[in-house]
């Protein structure tokens, strides 16, 4: 496959599992990149595994979480989530988490491909309302550029993964009935 191809693909369980050890190896990297997506150091590809195995593959088994992962160079170098919320009041919503993309393969538009893929899974599920929380300036940057609004900022709301602080997230969000945020 050449180097500027990329390929986006939804994973059922069979499929997470089939790239367990690559969607493990990604968030490693990501956690020791600095990325603020729910774990701290010492981290390995043993947690990692388990969060996959644990968290994420009931809920893509049941059909109430989306996984979409982007392949680059024959290998999986990115991947998101979509939480598809089942509450009776909120089924017009969805929450995005865990945009992931291996930091070798930055900059490159996996992750604005990544999220793109989310929406269109989103509007295909009859969700409309999409949010997210995020930690960092350079991906608050990017949802800012797909259209999502800041609802507002939380001091204190995690553990940096790295260093012995607490970090503020943003909260934002998306309304796909406009195109972008109301």
């Known amino acids: 496959m050449p180097d500027e191809i990329v390929t986006i693909a939804a994973l059922d ?23 603020s997506v729910s ?12 969060f996959w195995t644990g968290e994420v593959a009931p809920g893509v088994a049941r059909g109430t979480r989306a996984l979409i992962i982007a392949s680059r160079r024959g290998g999986v170098a990115g991947a998101a989530q979509l ?8 089924r017009h919503r969805g929450e ?24 269109a899974r989103a509007q ?14 350079a991906a608050e940057q990017l949802y800012l550029s797909l259209g999502y609004a800041r609802a507002g900022r939380i001091p204190s709301y995690a553990r940096d993964p790295i260093a012995d602080r607490f970090d503020a997230t943003t909260i ?8 972008g945020a109301r």
């Open 172 to 179: 934002m969000y998306k309304d796909l009935r406009a195109g």
């Open 96 to 119: 995005i988490s865990k945009v992931l993309v291996h930091p070798s393969f930055r900059r490159l538009g996996l992750a604005r491909a990544l999220m793109g893929a989310i929406e």
């Open 39 to 50: 774990f701290v150091l010492p981290f390995g590809r043993d947690e990692a595994r388990a």
């Open 124 to 137: 295909a599920a009859g969700r409309w309302l999409l949010t997210l929380d995020t930690a960092g300036e």
């Open 13 to 35: 369980a069979e499929g997470l599992a089939r790239h367990l050890d690559a969607l493990a190896d990604i968030l490693v990297a990501c956690v020791h990149d600095g990325a």
């Open 83 to 90: 939480d598809l919320v089942a509450t009776p009041n909120q």
